[in-house]
């Protein structure tokens, strides 16, 4: 099982005097198929509707589809990452991902 990320940008906000949500967002998934197969696409694509549909609930006037990136590995936590906590393990690890081409 691979795991992958999408990421999505928002294309206006609507104005309200609530917060209506980030610039972009990175909808995750995971699956074993083939890059670019139909069983890859349709995982992609369920992932991007649903952290779209919440983000246009919330405030995105709509989204464009960004770049997909998959992990590729892990490296351990440095004291100098923000992932690094004073309770972190010495063994902590954080995923590392590389664009899809």
């Known amino acids: 099982m691979k795991n992958y990320y999408t990421e999505i940008h928002a294309n206006g906000f609507k104005h309200t005097n ?30 991007i509707e649903r952290i779209a549909s919440q ?13 997909t990136f998959e992990e590729t590995g892990r490296e351990p936590v440095s004291v ?4 690094w906590e004073y309770r972190t393990s010495s063994n902590e690890t954080t995923p590392v991902f590389e664009e899809v081409k």
């Open 80 to 83: 100098m990452s923000p992932a």
């Open 55 to 67: 983000e246009v609930a919330h405030g995105w006037m709509g989204y464009t589809i960004g770049k």
């Open 18 to 47: 609530k917060f209506s949500g980030f610039a972009s967002a990175c909808a995750h998934f995971s699956t074993d198929a083939e890059l670019h197969s139909v069983e890859y696409v349709i995982a992609m694509k369920d992932a």
